[in-house]
């Protein structure tokens, strides 16, 4: 894979120096956001398919505990109110980490 790179950087820099740098550039945007589309795209379709398949009665959260969930990305925490399913949420393209703390 590296030695695929070598060849491609020469080209790359033999197109942006004679043609102009926006022909290297734009291509390279292009495949990004279309990875990253198609990524996003993949992870919501998985996220469809197992929540369909975990759907369950939601059931309120007993009250001598609190549970939170917290994205590890942004640090964005979601408090539980009602379960609706056993997976964790989804933010940032991944799952939410839990926290389950007991009141006194
Ligand atoms: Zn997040």
Known sequence: MVLLLIPAALLAVLVGVNLGWRWVFAPLLG?????????S???LVADGRDGAAAAADPEPVS????????CEECGTEV???????????S??????????????
């Open 31 to 39: 495949y990004a956001l279309l990875t990253w589309l198609l990524t």
């Open 41 to 43: 795209l993949r992870a």
């Open 63 to 70: 009250g001598d505990e609190r549970t939170l969930f917290w």
């Open 79 to 89: 408090l539980l109110l009602v379960r609706g399913s056993a997976r964790a949420p």
């Open 91 to 104: 933010h940032c393209g991944q799952r939410m980490h839990e926290r389950t703390e007991l009141l006194n």
